[in-house]
């Protein structure tokens, strides 16, 4: 199966930072990644697709990138509603897996 | 707009067994590929099984459900099903059905059905 580990585990931001989670796989998945954020008490949304393409409706502040075994998720200016656990996903095979999340908090 | 509306959950104990069942409108479901997708209390995202759109033949599971949960779709109803049997307490999670775009990438998810396995 493929080991997907994002850092950090949790991270404390201001309103309108620059963030960044990482995730990388324990093999090579192409850019079968995708990003997710999930809000306390509500399903999981799709963010990001094969590494970079952004899910319709999705704002702009979103990106993606990487390639291979390393993968990148940038919010360019964090707002209030940003605030929510991110997990990664390969999709390069199954057992598909997520990666254990990165709970981001409001500092 | 499309809808995923997961049913069937509840308390069921050790060794019993459970079918959640997921309505879907808003989209030809009968095109797409689905998924089920667990999240026990306080953790993270669990893929379990996957069904192919046109193809009942074409499933693939999690190991820790491979042997005791069971994946089916029913495209003349727009449903698809989970049945799980041998349930274990590790089992006890929230359920959520998805949508998977075409690779494996899940755009639109239920609310999600909770499944408690206690004595």
């Known amino acids: 199966d493929i080991q997907m580990t994002q850092s950090p585990s949790s991270l404390s931001a201001s309103v309108g930072d620059r963030v960044t989670v990482t995730c990388r796989a324990s093999q090579t998945i192409s850019t079968y990644l995708n990003w997710y954020h999930q809000k306390p008490g509500e399903a999981p949304k799709l963010l990001i697709y094969t590494a970079s393409s952004l899910q319709s409706g999705v704002p702009s502040r979103f990106s993606g990138s990487g390639s291979g075994t390393d993968f990148v998720l940038t919010i360019s200016s964090l707002q209030p509603e940003d605030f929510a656990t991110y997990y990664c996903?390969?999709?390069?095979?199954?057992?598909?897996?997520f990666g254990q999340g990165t709970k981001l908090e409001i500092k | 707009e499309v809808q995923l509306v997961e049913s069937g959950g509840g308390l069921v104990q050790p060794g019993g067994s459970l079918t959640l069942s997921c309505a879907a409108s808003g989209f030809p479901f009968r095109t797409y590929n689905m998924n089920w997708v667990r999240q026990a209390p306080g953790k993270g995202l669990e893929w379990l099984s996957y069904i192919r759109s046109s193809s009942s033949t074409s499933m693939y599971y999690a190991d820790s459900v491979k042997g005791r949960f069971t994946i089916s779709r029913d495209n003349a109803r727009n449903s698809l099903y989970l049945q799980m049997n041998r349930l274990r307490a590790e089992d006890t999670a929230v359920y959520y059905c998805t949508r998977d775009r075409g690779w494996g990438e899940f755009d639109s998810w239920g609310q999600g059905t909770r499944v408690t396995v206690s004595s």
């Open positions: 996903q390969q999709s390069y095979s199954t057992p598909y897996t």
